[in-house]
């Protein structure tokens, strides 16, 4: 327990995972002015009026656990009022926030009403209609293709792509969904942003850094076939690969955060490049990207060209 906070603060904090509201600490017998001095004391941290955090809790987290941390104490403010929304929406649904997106909490009125009004920490936007809003793993949040499409309001298309295709492949909404919720708020500021992003989606995607590349591949010009399966002269399976481009004959993969250390390491990088042989001796050029090449579309532009350059005879259909 820290020294200065009181032992009835403290129990109430460690079994109500780090968070309290002035309504908390008035039941345990303790003021509002109780909680600024913990806080000035660098014990706790004002989230928003009259709800604090752990301040421990903050330090010992990443970005995302952080942002949850935070949204829980804006949410049991007003928890019959309020509903986490946009990026902070995509989170609980478990969809992919770019941790540069997670400074600020977004949380929605519960009916449709109000004004959005900025704070500090938070935003509080202006209510859905009736039905819009559900619970997730015990937090109310807006329904997920209004996560998505609220993340691309925004953050833009980018973004609003990466979170919507994983929650297409997710399957926690769908892409009739998403267009039946652009057609309803077609006046949201925002809403050009949304739109590509949902034209832009796939279901396909096994990662953010594949959505990522497949915008950068479409960006170049490249037609970019996903998931796309290879087959020998026999017709028999040989591999499936992240993206093909029929164009000029090149694989493109991507390379995440595949290690190679280790027995086991070494033997999935042994059968990695058997497999990549195999790909090769049919006739196909092979481009492995990272996420840093993906981040500057003129190096990727440069690597296919010279594979493509170096492929002789036909290419494959």
């Not at 590509?196 to 479409?218: D, F, I, K, Q």
Request: charge should be positive.
């Amino acid at each position: 327990m820290l020294p200065c906070m009181d032992p009835a603060l403290h129990a109430w904090l460690r079994d109500h995972e780090g968070i309290v509201t002035s309504a908390d600490a008035a039941s345990l017998g303790l003021s509002n002015g109780d909680l600024c001095a913990a806080a000035a004391r660098g014990e706790l941290e004002r989230v928003t009026r009259g709800s604090y955090v752990l301040r421990d809790r903050l330090t010992a987290g990443d970005p995302e656990q952080r942002h949850r941390l935070r949204l829980a104490a804006v949410l049991r403010r007003q928890p019959s009022h309020l509903v986490a929304s946009h990026s902070s929406a995509a989170l609980v649904w478990d969809l992919p926030v770019s941790y540069a997106h997670l400074d600020r909490v977004h949380v929605a009125r519960a009916i449709a009403r109000g004004t959005t009004r900025r704070y500090p920490r938070h935003t509080l936007h202006e209510g859905y209609a009736e039905g819009t809003a559900t619970v997730r793993d015990g937090t109310p949040v807006v329904i997920a293709p209004l996560a998505v499409l609220g993340t691309a309001f925004l953050y833009g298309m980018r973004a609003g792509v990466l979170v919507a295709d994983a929650a297409l492949r997710s399957r926690v909404t769908t892409s009739d969904e998403l267009c039946v919720w652009m057609e309803r708020l077609t006046r949201t500021p925002g809403m050009m942003r949304a739109r590509a992003a949902v034209e832009r989606s796939h279901a396909s995607a096994e990662s953010p850094g594949e959505s990522r590349l497949r915008l950068t591949l479409e960006d170049l010009g490249l037609r970019a076939l996903p998931q796309f399966t290879i087959l020998d002269e026999a017709g028999c399976f040989v591999a499936r690969v992240d993206f093909y481009l029929p164009e000029c004959g090149v694989v493109v993969e991507f390379d995440g955060h595949t290690k190679y250390g280790g027995t086991q390491g070494g033997a999935a990088l042994v059968a990695e490049k058997q497999r990549e042989d195999r790909i090769r001796a049919l006739g196909y050029a092979v481009v492995r990207l990272t996420s840093s090449d993906v981040d500057e579309p003129s190096r990727v532009g440069r690597m296919v060209r010279r594979a493509a350059s170096g492929l002789g005879g036909p290419r494959p259909a």
